[in-house]
């Protein structure tokens, strides 16, 4: 395969990361969640293929997920403890985990944040 950025072969960049201290009305909302995460992938210059969801009981959290041509993005909700994970993988020079990462935490809003970054590229040898 011919081409990458900086001898990368295939460009992969994760962000993933906790929030602590959400909104747990945001958190349960399923509507806006889906909606967050659309916005996500406009955002990340990624290309939607579905979005889906889950809601683990009538007042439990919720998982939400776009699978992108890129990869995926993902939110996974506890209301009750006003936690919510948030992962943000993609790939390509083209797109943007980090600024996907960044919309989502700034609609919810945590009072604490762990934010990781993974390379998973490969690399010409």
């Keep these: ?5 900086g001898g990368r ?6 962000v ?3 929030l602590y201290g959400c909104d747990s009305h945001v958190l349960g909302d399923e509507a806006a969640l889906i909606t967050i ?3 996500a992938v406009k955002v990340a210059n990624a290309m939607l293929l579905s979005i889906g969801s889950y809601r683990f009981g009538p007042n439990g959290g919720l998982t939400v997920f776009a699978v992108v041509a890129e990869s995926h993005i993902s939110i ?3 209301p009750e403890h006003g936690f919510a994970t948030v992962d943000v993988y993609t790939c ?3 797109t943007d985990p980090k ?3 960044d919309y989502i935490v700034s609609q919810l809003k945590p009072r604490r944040l762990e934010v990781f970054f993974g390379d998973r590229s490969m690399y010409r040898e």
Excluded: S
């Excluded at 395969?1 to 950025?5: E, I, P, R, T, Y």
């Excluded at 072969?9 to 994760?14: C, E, F, I, N, T």
């Design 9 to 14: 072969v295939v460009v992969g960049r994760h």
């Design 92 to 94: 390509g020079d083209h």
């Design 37 to 39: 995460v659309k916005e």
């Design 1 to 5: 395969m011919a081409g990458g950025v």
């Design 76 to 78: 996974h909700t506890w």
């Design 99 to 101: 600024a996907a990462f």
């Design 16 to 18: 993933y990361g906790n």
